[in-house]
């Protein structure tokens, strides 16, 4: 098993920027591709990145795509997102989750990730 938490979410002004990272246990973290979701009140819950286990692969979202930074540290079981120039549509709360991807995949669904966090809110104030 892996367990997941986040940290780094807040409150922020439009263009602003937040740093949110998810801290691993359990399990050997590299044998995990990581990815980050996000659901806003009313709405699905989404992918907006995804990392391989070595991190030589990524995706983002279209709506996020030169905004957003998905790294991990298998050093440290860690993986982060570096989020830019933040729009009031990026609010919602930001949730990590690891999936048994091997190789160069990464997950882009939900049901490709079997452990979760509890999620970070990100509130962005126009």
């Known amino acids: 098993q892996v367990q997941l938490v986040e940290s780094g979410g807040g409150l922020v002004q439009a263009g602003g920027s937040l740093r949110l990272s998810c801290a691993a246990s359990g399990d050997t973290f590299s044998r995990y591709g990581m990815g980050w979701f996000r659901q806003s009140p009313g709405k699905e819950r989404d992918i907006v990145a995804a990392?391989?286990?070595?991190?030589?692969?990524?995706y983002y979202a279209d709506s996020v795509k030169g905004r957003f930074t998905i790294s991990r540290d298998n050093a440290k079981n860690t993986v982060n997102l570096q989020i830019n120039s933040l729009k009031p549509e990026d609010t919602a709360v930001y949730y990590c989750?690891?999936?048994?991807?091997?190789?160069?995949?990464?997950?882009?669904?939900?049901?490709?990730?079997?452990?979760w966090g509890q999620g970070t809110q990100v509130t962005v104030s126009s």
């Open positions: 990392i391989n286990w070595r991190g030589a692969n990524t």
């Open positions: 989750a690891a999936a048994r991807t091997v190789g160069w995949a990464v997950g882009l669904v939900e049901s490709e990730y079997e452990y």
